[in-house]
């Protein structure tokens, strides 16, 4: 007897529905919320997705009403959430080496005079690394539970994912191969931040931009 496959996530639709009159006003979009459940998973609490649901619809806290379009578009926008989360759970329980973050790109058709790396597609990490960061932030102690190695490897996500981080990023001029390689190294922090709290960490990489 084989164990039956859980379905994954619509991304697709989960994001059309972050992105309409279906969502709350101040939800998070598909970006940022990956990057948040990555966090919530991969850190030391693991809070429930009740418990962090309302940071979900509305990450600013803006205390105003949470509206959704109908109820039947409330109702499938949480269940595709939750099945997102689900998803991420397995996919760092089983082989977090696995995990691939969810980021836009820009395209070569984009007119806005857009930057590539050898005629690529370029990643947007800001939201992302935006999610990861309040993620982690909602646990208890996190930064203080992590080593020095873990702080470093983080670094380049508080740089693109805060305000504070905003004018130090813009000092440090990084080239599109420089970005780029940050990019590719958000699998790596998260397996490296799930394997510490889950007290399994070997080696450490360090990621330099």
Not at 8 to 18: G, I, M, N, P, S
Not at 86 to 95: M, N, P, R, Y
Not at 112 to 120: I, L, P, Q, S, T
Not at 176 to 203: C, K, M, N, T, W
Request: aromatic share 8%; charged share 25%.
């Amino acid at each position: 007897m084989t164990d039956a496959i859980a379905p994954t996530a619509d991304l697709d639709r989960l994001a059309e529905l972050l992105g309409s009159n279906a969502s709350p006003e101040h939800v998070m979009d598909i970006s940022t919320l990956d990057g948040f459940i990555a966090a919530a998973l991969a850190g030391p609490d693991q809070p429930r997705l009740a418990d962090v649901l309302p940071w979900i619809l509305d990450p600013e806290r803006t205390e105003q009403d949470v509206g959704f379009g109908s109820e039947e578009e409330a109702q499938e926008l949480i269940a595709l959430i939750g099945q997102h989360w689900h998803d991420t759970a397995d996919i760092l329980a089983d082989s977090p080496e696995d995990y691939e973050p969810v980021l836009y790109l820009e395209g070569a058709d984009d007119a806005d005079g857009d930057v590539f790396v050898d005629g690529e597609e370029v990643s947007i990490i800001d939201d992302w690394c935006y999610g990861f960061v309040l993620g982690l932030q909602l646990q208890t102690d996190v930064f203080e539970r992590l080593p020095d190695a873990l702080k470093d490897m983080l670094g380049p996500i508080f740089l693109y994912g805060t305000e504070e981080g905003r004018p130090e990023l813009e000092r440090l001029q990084l080239t599109p191969e420089q970005h780029e390689s940050i990019a590719e190294a958000l699998p790596g922090i998260v397996a490296a931040v799930y394997a510490h709290f889950r007290g399994d960490a070997e080696s450490i990489p360090t990621v330099s931009a």
